[in-house]
């Protein structure tokens, strides 16, 4: 049998580490909400990431944004029993919340649109708060929100989001108009391809018809597919790879053309085919590279096409040997408000540095009878671009 004094030893060890282990469990519990920040913390990442949400449901657009989605997370962010998003043009109304709220929320934007201004509404006994969504100076709608008892906090908050809306739609109509424009300098670019170049392909193309039929067929073919890519309608972007499938086609139907006046050397990095590049950025390049500095020269000349893995980045270089120009004019074609023949290098210009930023441009160094080295520098990760891959 076990004596008294080892048994009040062991006794002391077990009771020292059941203390000890509450003591852990304890510090592991009064830690945990720290190591999740403070209640305010996270409640503030909690109105971020419902904002965050909703703002995705309203830049669908002025015309067609996603209000349902939207409502159902305004009533988070404003803690409303009901939140209704009323659009005055279309006379559409989005509520997220119980009971058939469509009429009174239509009777508290009417008064909102009236005035101009927030509106209190009470009637059988729904309280709401109104709140005008005021775009481009215009009233775009209302939010209102539904409450058993609406109080100043709730009718300022309100108007906070009501702001925080037009604020959203209005950016949604520049992403829109960005789009736009985009389209619209594409077709520019579309428009500059058919009058110069397609008069002289099918020149190139009727030659062969009678002399090499089988040649006049392959030129035929190299055409279509040309003009499928140029006047394709899948996007902005493309991949390095489809563009220089386009050049090929291009460049043999110029070829046809210049004969042996026209040498054209290729240096791709197999790595860089996969990069996504703005669609038709490369090959107004190439095309300006052929008609303002090889078709000058009596004897044509050498066109290069390089690309380069920069690590971050991918390169292209187009190269050619001919009649150059004056850094002065070169200055003078990439201004936008001065008139050039040079439309398509001007355009691609500006759309690169749309999209990368002012440093994003091209990079031309050229000088009279030295030629025209053009460098498009793009990076290699564009995740917002990813599905323009065709």
């Known amino acids: 049998m076990l004596d008294a004094p080892l048994l009040a ?5 077990v009771v020292g580490v059941a203390i000890t282990l509450v003591l852990v469990f304890a510090r592991r519990f009064a830690l945990a909400p720290r190591d999740l920040g403070s209640d305010a913390e996270r409640a503030t990442h909690r109105t971020l990431h419902v904002a965050a949400a909703a703002a995705a449901a309203l830049r669908g657009g002025r015309d067609e944004p996603d209000a349902a989605r939207a409502a159902k997370h305004l009533r988070v962010l404003l803690a409303a029993d009901a939140v209704a998003i009323v659009e005055s043009a279309a006379d559409r109304v989005a509520v997220d919340g119980p009971g058939s709220l469509a009429g009174p929320a239509r009777r508290v934007a009417a008064r909102v649109y009236e005035s101009g201004r927030r509106q209190v509404f009470t009637e059988a006994g729904e309280a709401a708060v109104g709140a005008p969504i005021v775009v481009d100076g215009r009233v775009w709608g209302a939010v209102v929100a539904f409450a058993a008892d609406v109080r100043a906090p709730l009718v300022r908050a309100t108007g906070d989001v009501a702001d925080w809306c037009a604020a959203q739609i209005e950016l949604a109509g520049l992403d829109a108009s960005r789009a736009a424009l985009a389209e619209a300098e594409l077709r520019a670019l579309r428009a500059q391809i058919s009058p110069h170049f ?3 392909a099918l020149t190139a193309i009727a030659s062969f018809i009678s002399t090499d039929p089988p040649r006049a067929r392959d030129l035929v073919l190299e055409f279509a597919d040309f003009t499928r890519y140029s006047f394709r309608r899948q996007g902005e972007f493309t991949t390095l790879s ?26 791709i990095a197999p790595e860089t ?10 090959q107004p390049l190439v095309e300006n590279a052929v008609r303002h500095g090889l078709e000058r020269r009596e004897h044509g000349g050498v066109l290069t096409v390089t690309s380069i893995d920069d690590g971050t980045h991918t390169e292209v270089i187009v190269d050619d040997d001919g009649v150059g120009m ?3 004019e070169l200055a003078t074609l990439l201004d936008l408000d001065a008139p050039s023949s040079h439309v398509g290098l001007r355009n691609v210009d500006a759309r690169l540095r749309q999209l990368y930023g002012p440093g994003g441009g091209l990079v031309v160094e050229t000088n009279v ?4 080295s053009v460098h498009l520098r793009v990076p290699k990760s564009q995740p917002r671009h990813e599905t323009a891959r065709t």
């Open 198 to 200: 397609i008069y002289n």
């Open 273 to 282: 085919l996969a990069t996504v590049i703005p669609f038709l950025s490369v």
């Open 9 to 13: 030893g062991a006794a002391g060890v």
């Open 326 to 328: 004056d850094p002065d």
């Open 369 to 372: 009878g030295s030629g025209t």
């Open 242 to 267: 489809e563009e220089l499938r386009s050049i090929h086609s291009y460049l043999e139907l110029e070829r046809a053309r210049f004969g042996d006046r026209l040498t054209v050397r290729l240096r």
